[in-house]
Every structure is written in structure tokens, then in C-alpha cells.
């Protein structure tokens, strides 16, 4: 399974001419400087992650010679997509908000789309609307104890998914967004991801997804195996 890194996931990020030096460090510094990711990969596929001065991603290269490249014009992040010839295919455009955090985003090759975020207290992701040709398609995150629990979606006021997720308590988040420098998608969960499964309005699930972990010498994530029925999803993780 390929899993290229033409995020996010999303989620990229001196940012803002009035971004203060201690928030800037908030969202886009580790709270470990040693975690910080720069090599992913799984067992046909692997992505290669460059970084500024500030923690800010600016380059994601993939094996299969595709990339993500990431520029930071005032109050703005812009991520361009280019294809394994070299050609670019799609830039995305983030505006910010005073604080550092993406509050819309729009798309070069698409007129019509455009999707707003808004955050909690916490500056973790809240709500994302977005408007693609007309339809408006909403993400709501609902959070326990410092994680988002749930994800419910919604197409033109239909639900259409819910995803649920656990936490392991006694481990922190170490790859999310700030160990990949997209520190603007907003504030991680506090804790490592435990199970996921997709919900559907019929009541229908598609099983749950359990992940462990394995950590390197100074108790960095190494590795994540996500197993789900006969199904295993395996990502590497280097410093």
C-alpha cells in the first residue's frame, strides 16, 4: 500500500510577519527537538521530509520521484504538488490567522472548492467546511481528555461518516503534525493513537483498526503496525 506524503494529512509551517517568536515555537517547534521526523516509509513506498530553521516543513520527497514542496509568503502557506515527472499539478493555498493557524484553504486547479477551519481553546482542529462546486461537505471533531474521540461528516446536511478513535493514556503523540512541521493544521492530540474505526449511517462498520508501536533508543516512535482483520498497515519512522 502506497501512502506518499502529499499532505495532510492534511496537515506545513519567520511565518506570520506578527507571528510572536514563542507561538511560532508552539506550533511549529517539537516539544522534543529530537523528534523530528525525516524519513517515512513502508514496505513499497517511502517519503523522504525537509525542514527550515523554525521546524516548518518545506520539502517532502517520495521514491517514486513525486513531491511536496512548501513556501511561506506573509500570513500564507502554499504547498505545491509535483507528479514524478517533475510537473506541477496542484498548489494549495492556506491563508492564516493571527495566530498562526489555517483558515482557508483554496486550490489552484479548482475554482470552485474552498474550505474554512475553525479550532478549540486548545488550537486543535474543530470544524472544516468545505465548498466544492456548489456542495458543502462539513467535518465536526469532538475531543475527551486532550484527544478527538470523533469525526462526523456531513454532505449537504446528510450524515454520511462518523470515525471514532482511542488513545493509549500512557503514551504522547510524537507524529503529528508538529513532527512533520505543519504546526498551522492546529494543536496535536496529547496521546498515541490506539484504535480507529469508520462508522456508517446504516449503523455498518468496517472493523476497527488496532495499532501498536515500537520505539527507538531514546523512546521515539520506530514503528506503527495498524492491523484490522487480515489487513496489516506498517509505517517506519526515522530522525
Known sequence: MKKYFVCIV??????????KKDSLGTLYGPADPNIRIKSIWG???????????????????NSDASRVEYEYPNSLVKQKNFNTAGVLTETYTYELGPDGLAVK????????????????????????????????????FFYSNGNCDS???TNDGNWTLT???????????QVGFR????????????????????VHPDGSSNGV?????????????????GVRGANVYITNYSY
Open 10 to 19: 492534511a496537515v506545513a509551517s519567520a511565518f506570520l510577519c506578527s507571528c
Open 43 to 61: 514496505s513499497s513506498w517511502s517519503t523522504n521530509l525537509t525542514y527550515d530553521g523554525t521546524g516548518r516543513i518545506t520539502l517532502a520527497s
Open 105 to 140: 484553504q483554496t486550490r489552484m486547479t479548482d475554482p470552485g472548492f474552498s474550505a474554512f477551519y475553525s479550532y478549540n481553546n486548545e488550537k486543535q482542529p474543530l470544524k472544516m467546511v468545505t465548498n466544492i462546486s456548489g456542495t458543502v461537505q462539513i467535518e465536526d
Open 151 to 153: 469525526a462526523r461528516f
Open 163 to 173: 470515525i471514532k478513535w482511542t488513545y493509549y493514556t500512557d503514551k504522547a503523540e
Open 179 to 198: 513532527a512533520y512541521g505543519r504546526g498551522f493544521r492546529g494543536k496535536d492530540n496529547i496521546n498515541l493513537l490506539k484504535t480507529e474505526e469508520y
Open 209 to 225: 483498526t488496532n495499532y501498536t508501536y515500537e520505539f527507538d533508543a531514546l523512546q521515539r516512535v520506530s514503528k506503527q503496525t
